[in-house]
């Protein structure tokens, strides 16, 4: 198979690959490099999808994190560990929450996290509430502070507030 032939297999089996879902520049690499193309006719296919705004971290960064966002609230550390496992460079990811966060209230976004889950707990005894709230929140990349607060604002009952159990 000449090089143009290799080159235009691995540009549709890419493009196939685009009209599931967006991916960045090293998932698309990968799952290429997967079904057995070469890297430079990897290189290739990227830089000719990147010069035609197909392949575009920025844009795959910004569109998962706020795709990610609009299905409940998540927390910053989450969407960071998402997106560095996606491949997206470290800056451009930093840059990009920056974007995602700017005016977010951290304390806020976990409340309204804890909130959508706490009736699935309302049954247990509020410290056991309280010890799945805490740990939902930590799973969902929210702070130690801004998970415990919301913790206990969510797990309702007696001893709401600052007077309640230490989480940590």
Request: glycine share 10%.
């Amino acid at each position: 198979m000449s090089k143009t032939d290799e080159v235009a297999r691995a540009k549709d089996r890419a493009l196939r690959l685009l009209a599931v879902r967006p991916r960045s520049r090293r998932e698309l690499a990968d799952r290429l490099g997967r079904q057995g193309v070469g890297a430079e006719v990897i290189r290739r296919v990227l830089a000719d999808l990147a010069r035609v705004g197909l392949v575009d971290d920025a844009a795959f960064a910004r569109r998962r994190a706020l795709d990610r966002m609009g299905r409940g609230p998540v927390g910053r550390r989450r969407l960071e560990a998402e997106l560095l496992a996606s491949g997206v460079d470290r800056r451009l990811v930093a840059q990009v929450l920056d974007e995602v966060y700017r005016g977010a209230d951290e304390a806020e976004l976990a409340l309204q996290a804890a909130r959508n889950v706490a009736a699935r707990y309302r049954d247990l005894p509020r410290e056991a509430r309280l010890r799945r709230l805490y740990a939902y929140l930590v799973r969902q990349g929210f702070a130690v502070e801004a998970a415990t607060g919301a913790a206990l604002r969510a797990a309702g009952g007696p001893g709401d507030g600052e007077d309640g159990p230490r989480l940590s």
